[in-house]
């Protein structure tokens, strides 16, 4: 206040904007840094789904009447960065007035800071341009069944549950419920406890193209023409008190398109081609 009162308007001007600079989120992280992060990233990879492919969009209008909090977004997976860097790009087109399209990358010059999505630490610590993109808005969360290639059985760790639960609190929040870019794998429980325990708002998104635009990482452009596709769906409707955990796992399994009975509608020759792929990572195993 004193402080106030000594600076004249000009110099009070300033010093909250070299204050803000520093602002940071619940993790640490400085937003202006962050800011820039997504703006600079996000400039380089428009053309990966606006150029040569193209994604379209459904359903994004229901961004704009959500709370700023506490809302969690399932999807299923197909490349370990592609998929949330997309949905990065339409969550902010979408909130700046762009509906269902991301035409003129306008919309990243205000980029929402309080997005975030859940990202296996391992993934998320393989390289600097991982390191980057997990500063943009990773949660990062060991994997109780999976490390390094190989099967493990370990607990969850209390630590994950909370950051997980703090984001929630900060903001919006990303997640991939099968916990791998594989098709049609087991919806992990741990998101129907957060589910139950938090009581976010949950908003289906189901992704296709992505698998056959890029590899497996989501960096190199695989294939160019592809139709990519992502349709946001209405909020799961969930009894929080009264659905049990195997409840909310078959909700999510519809609602993301990943329970068996919609195996009939994947073509043939890409299930092959799948089949094909995890062979070929057996014998390099």
Not at 94 to 100: K, M, N, P, V, Y
């Amino acid at each position: 206040m004193l402080l106030s009162v000594l600076l004249n308007k000009r110099d009070t001007d300033k010093l909250k904007l070299f204050m803000g600079l520093f602002k940071r989120n619940p993790f640490g992280h400085i937003l202006f840094l962050k800011k820039w992060l997504i703006r600079i990233m996000g400039s380089m990879t428009h053309r990966r789904y606006r150029g040569f492919n193209e994604l379209q969009i459904e359903g994004s209008e229901i961004f704009k009447d959500l709370p700023d909090t506490n809302v969690l977004f399932v999807s299923n997976h197909q490349t370990y960065f592609a998929d949330v860097v997309a949905m990065f790009h339409v969550f902010n087109a979408s909130l700046s007035g762009r509906t269902d399209s991301i035409k003129n990358i306008g919309y990243l010059w205000k980029p929402k800071l309080n997005l975030y999505y859940v990202a296996a630490k391992e993934t998320m610590n393989a390289g600097l341009l991982a390191k980057i993109l997990a500063y943009a808005g990773a949660i990062t969360v060991e994997r109780t069944w999976r490390d390094k290639g190989q099967d493990v059985n370990r607990q969850v760790k209390m630590s994950d549950i909370t950051n997980i639960k703090r984001a929630l609190e900060d903001g919006w929040v990303i997640t991939f419920p099968q916990g791998t870019t594989k098709p049609f794998k087991p919806i992990r429980k741990g998101t129907a406890h957060i589910i139950r325990q938090y009581k976010p708002i949950v908003i289906p998104i189901v992704i296709d193209g992505f698998r056959r635009s890029f590899d497996k990482k989501g960096i190199r452009i695989k294939k160019r023409g592809i139709l990519q596709s992502m349709v946001i769906k209405e909020p799961l409707q969930i009894d929080y008190e009264n659905d049990s955990i195997d409840d909310i796992v078959g909700k999510l399994e519809f609602a993301i398109e990943q329970h068996s009975s919609f195996l009939k509608v994947i073509p043939q020759e890409e299930l092959d081609a799948e089949e094909e792929l995890n062979k070929k990572r057996r014998w390099e195993y």
